[in-house]
Structure formats: C-alpha cells, structure tokens
C-alpha cells in the first residue's frame, strides 16, 4: 500500500434533527462516520464517492488499496474522496446497541449520505463506486437523484436482492439468532463466505492433497473466518445490516426496477465477476441493460463474489480506462 502525502482523515457528522425510516421507524439522533482525502478543488467537480460492503468500515484506503492512493485510479492528489460509514453498522455511524433496533433500509442508508453531502457543500458527484451492498447504496442514490452524479460504476451488485440471497441472509441471521451471538456471528461468517466464494475456489485453495481423514484445511478455513470477524464486528449490526440488504429493492417508489433504472442519466460502467453465484452475472446484465448509459465488463476470477475485492489488477484497469 502507497503512502499517502495526506493521509486519509476521519471525521464525524452529527444530525440535528430526526430521521423518519422507510419502515415507519424514527432515529431521534444520528452520527455519520466518515473518511475523506485528497482537497476539494475551486468548482467542487472533483468528488469521488465510495460506498462500501456488508462489514467493511469507511476507510476504502484499507479495504480496496489498489484502487486508493498515489497513481491509483482514485488519487487523493487528483480527487477529493468522501466514504461514509453505512447506518447500522459498528464503524461510527449510528448502529444497533441490541435487537430493538428499527428496521433501516437502503433507502434509509442514503438519506444520510445525502445529509452528509449537503453538509459539505457539495453538489455534483464526479463518480460514485461501489461493490455489493455498497452498490446497492450507490444504485439507489442514484435512482433517487437521477442527476447527482457523472459516473457510476456498480460491482458485483443487483437492483433488488434476490430470493437466493435473502435465503443465505436468513440462514446467517438464525446463527445469531442463539444465547451465544458471538458464537453464533462466527457460523453466520461461515456460511456466508460459501457464498462469497464457490465450488472452484474451494478446491483451488483449500484441497488437501494428504488424503487425511480429520482436521481438514477446508473446515479450519471455515472457522477461522468466523473468528476473524467476531474480533472486529458485533451481531447486532450484522443482523441488521443483512436485513436492511434483503430489503433492496429499486423499484419500491416506482413502477419496476426497470423504471427506477431508466431514470439515471450518469454514464455507467457495470462490473460482474464471472464466477459470482450470490451476485451472479444475470443480475449485472439486468443493470446494464437498464441503465440508459451503460456498458458491461465482465471479469474472469476463480475467487467468487470476493473477486470484486480480489481482481484488483483487472478492476483498476477497467475503472481507469473509464474515468479516463
């Protein structure tokens, strides 16, 4: 990773007013978390938007280093860069204390990015990208201001989460869903990485060639994971957070997901990784078939939908040739 002339900064917003729901529920008080880099110049049309997946945090410098930094395709030397921690989780932004939380929605996630940009005086949007549930926020932000940004570029995402993802939500929540959460968050990252992944990463990366009859690599694998993120993520916030991806749906305040996505007017560039089975490539099809301005890339990866994290050569080539 790059080292930046200006590090990235982290900072807080707090609303001095309540936020209605889309489910009916009310946040008497919100805090937004945020990370920003780079200056923004005199006309403002240097913004860089990113909005990131289920348990990742605001810092994109972090999570997606090859696309963040010096020669990169987003330079905080070039780029004023905004990434705002989504509501509900358990990196600043308000989230759930306990399970008496209300139900947020995508909807609602972007009504905070909204307040967090009039905060900042900021009102056209260069480019906005996002990966999974991070371009579920981008789609819907841009459905609802269909002239915000310039550019979009959704990876790995859809326009309404489908019955097969809500299915492996459901299965994680009722991991959690026992007298032990912490525990249960471990099996809930277990079975989720079965969908990040597939078949073929599996066996490219955990086959054991010993033929041994115990204490397989697959299985430590599975636990290890878990563990990982129950040292740095709280159940309550992944209990709600995979509500919230289950309830995306571009078409709610319109007449079909199809309509919601013929009102952008950005130029959009679509990223599907091939091997993808929870964000399979149908879903990436939909979108640029939708999108009045788009084009669809394809990307070549055995690591499932973790490729739009892992194929970083490829995506930051694609994303260059694009805001070039």
Known sequence: ??????????????????IALEGGGVLPQVTINYTSAGELNADKSNVV????????????????????????AFDPEQHYIICANMLGSCYGTTGPEDYSFPIVTIRDMVKLHQELRESLGIEKIKIGIGGSMGGQQLLEWSVMEPERFEKIIPIATNA???AWGIAFNEAQRMAIDNPNPEKGLEAARAVAMLS???????????????????????????????EKL????????????????DSHHLGRHFESSQAALNRVVSDALVISITSDILFPTVEQEFLAHHLPHAKLELVDSAFGHDGFLVEMETISRLVKDFIA
Do not use: C
């Not at 990773?1 to 309540?18: D, R």
């Not at 990131?52 to 990169?72: I, Q, V």
């Not at 599996?202 to 041994?212: F, I, L, S, V």
């Open 1 to 18: 990773m790059q080292t930046l002339l200006l590090p990235p900064k982290t900072s807080e917003l707090t609303l001095s007013k309540p």
């Open 49 to 72: 938007w990113v909005f990131h997946a289920l348990t990742a945090n605001s810092d994109p410098f972090e999570w997606w280093p090859d696309l963040f930094g010096s020669g990169r």
């Open 160 to 162: 309404e989460h489908s």
């Open 196 to 226: 990040y992944r597939n078949y073929h990463a599996y066996e490219k990366t955990q086959k054991d060639e010993d033929k041994r009859i115990d204490q397989f690599s697959a299985s430590s694998y599975q636990r290890y994971q878990g």
């Open 230 to 245: 129950r040292k740095r993520f709280k159940p309550e916030s992944y209990y709600y957070l995979s509500k919230a991806m």
